[in-house]
């Protein structure tokens, strides 16, 4: 019983954490420097795009554009997969430089049970009478938390959005394409999560990178159908 209240517990503390940090997200507005910022990572990634995109016949100008066919998927794009996307691989997994009280409680307590647990006996009495001495565990330092919170998660949340695009097609989703196979499809996915992860980081907004994740579906769904 108490391992169930403990994991219930946990279970409410992360569910508490993900929604405060979804909400942050949302609720931050962008400074005029953040859009300036993001307008500048989406114009480099329009450049790779064309090159890449053009290379690898990915894109193709059509010979006209359906307005009327084009509105309804861009709506829904707005929350699916851009919104979803962001908020999942963006807001969740990459974090933030800020934490809620309730992971941040959960943290300390796992990281001082953790201690203990490697070092039971620091100051039990040996044989003698005496006590023993045990050299102190290594402390993580700063530089420690800032390649784990800058570099290592980043990196796998990027990772896990590249590879999300194939899993849509061996799952068969009804958004899913063909395309999402591509090796070079993946390198322009890889190229947008970066930018949208340095927008992120660097703002603190989720809407940034939502609104460059939006305009690449729509651009996408627009010339390569």
């Known amino acids: 019983m108490v391992i169930f209240a403990r994991i219930l517990k946990a279970s409410r503390c992360a569910a508490?954490?993900?929604?405060?940090?979804?909400?942050?997200?949302?609720?931050r507005i962008?400074?005029?420097?953040?859009?300036?910022?993001a307008i500048g990572l989406f114009g480099i990634f329009l450049l790779a795009s064309a090159a890449i995109g053009g290379w690898a016949d990915l894109i193709t100008m059509p010979a006209s554009l359906d307005w009327a066919a084009l509105w309804p998927?861009?709506?829904?794009?707005?929350?699916i997969p851009a919104l979803g996307e962001e908020l999942v691989f963006r807001v969740w997994l990459v974090g933030s430089h800020r934490r809620?009280?309730?992971?941040?409680?959960?943290?300390?307590?796992?990281s001082m049970r953790s201690q203990s647990e490697s070092n039971p006996d620091a100051s039990s009495p040996d044989l003698l009478g005496g006590?023993?001495?045990?050299p102190e565990p290594r402390q993580a330092?700063?530089?420690d938390d800032a390649f784990l919170g800058r570099l290592a998660r980043p990196s796998a949340a990027l990772a896990l959005f590249v590879l999300w695009h194939p899993v849509q097609v061996w799952l068969d989703l009804p958004m899913a394409q063909p395309v999402f196979l591509e090796p070079a499809?993946?390198?322009?996915?890889?190229l947008l999560g970066l930018a949208c992860t340095i927008s992120w980081q660097r703002s603190g907004s989720i809407w940034p990178p939502v609104v460059m994740?939006?305009?690449?579906v729509v651009g996408w769904k627009a010339l390569a159908g």
């Open 213 to 216: 994740h939006w305009l690449v």
């Open 141 to 143: 330092g700063p530089g």
């Open 131 to 134: 006590s023993r001495d045990h």
């Open 185 to 190: 499809f993946l390198f322009l996915a890889g």
């Open 100 to 110: 809620s009280a309730c992971f941040e409680a959960a943290s300390q307590h796992l």
């Open 30 to 37: 962008p400074s005029m420097r953040d859009w300036l910022e």
């Open 16 to 27: 508490s954490s993900l929604f405060a940090d979804a909400t942050r997200a949302m609720r």
């Open 73 to 79: 998927v861009a709506l829904v794009a707005l929350f």
